[in-house]
């Protein structure tokens, strides 16, 4: 069986949209839970992201529950979903929201699922009620494709990186340097890029340290707990 796989994006009144208009360079996600929300903030500023929180915190009682350089990760204490709630019209016109709802450049964000072209059609006429609707993808898929690219917000895991040292990274993988067994020896592949052994390996080790620094908030959010 086949489905109609899309992404809209919904400009409404809603607080979320109004300030993601506010922050155009954020991306911002929310998980509804009813009671209780949580809120995931991406931006490329620092100030960005104290003064998107910091928003958010005087409309409501928060908990950081992470928090690094780009990215933070907060519970809100109550429904974040002011205006009206578009998984719910979505769901009401015979499709599905697939979660989280994101929020960029003033628009909200919905990936869904609709059972034909013609629901999806009845779907964004309804939506078109609240405010205005654009379809920004939409694809006929399988129905048991697995969905891998679900809920999460990508990271920016090249930011802060400089050109020699994604040369070295570049080079260190095409080389099979991370293969194992290593398919060559460092001191070859810095030597055919006109450094030295210790030059090379310290652009290599910064670099590696830069990925896993801008990628730490998602692998944490990825970590199972550990059985107590």
């Keep these: 069986m086949k489905v109609i ?10 607080s979320m949209c109004h300030l993601s208009e506010s922050f155009p360079q954020a991306r911002m996600a929310v998980w509804c839970n009813g ?9 490329d500023r620092q100030s960005d992201l104290d ?11 928060t908990e950081e529950i992470l928090r690094e350089k780009y990215s ?7 429904c974040a979903c002011d205006g009206e709630y578009i998984p719910g019209v979505i769901q ?10 994101t929020y960029e450049g003033g628009y909200e964000v919905h990936r869904l699922i609709a059972p034909s072209k013609n629901r999806l059609r009845d779907c964004v006429a309804t939506l078109r009620l609240t405010g205005k609707v654009e379809i920004m ?3 006929s898929r399988e129905t048991d494709e697995t ?9 920016p895991v090249l930011e802060g990186l400089t050109e020699k040292q994604i040369e070295v ?20 592949v810095a030597k055919r890029l006109g450094m030295s052994r210790s030059t090379y390996g310290e652009h290599l080790r910064k670099a590696v340290n830069t990925l896993m620094d801008n990628s730490y908030p998602m692998l944490k959010l990825f970590a199972l707990p550990k059985e107590r």
């Design 5 to 14: 796989d899309a992404k809209i994006r919904v400009q409404h009144e809603c």
């Design 35 to 43: 009671s209780t929300d949580v809120l995931h903030v991406l931006t």
């Design 51 to 61: 003064s998107i929180l910091d928003v958010v915190q005087k409309k409501s009682i």
């Design 72 to 78: 933070a990760m907060t519970i809100i204490r109550e």
């Design 92 to 101: 009401r016109s015979g499709c599905w929201s697939i979660g989280p709802s």
């Design 137 to 139: 993808s939409m694809r």
């Design 147 to 155: 969905f891998k690219d679900l809920g999460i917000l990508p990271v």
């Design 169 to 188: 990274l570049i080079s260190a993988h095409e080389s099979g340097i991370f293969s194992i067994p290593a398919k060559a020896k460092m001191d070859d």
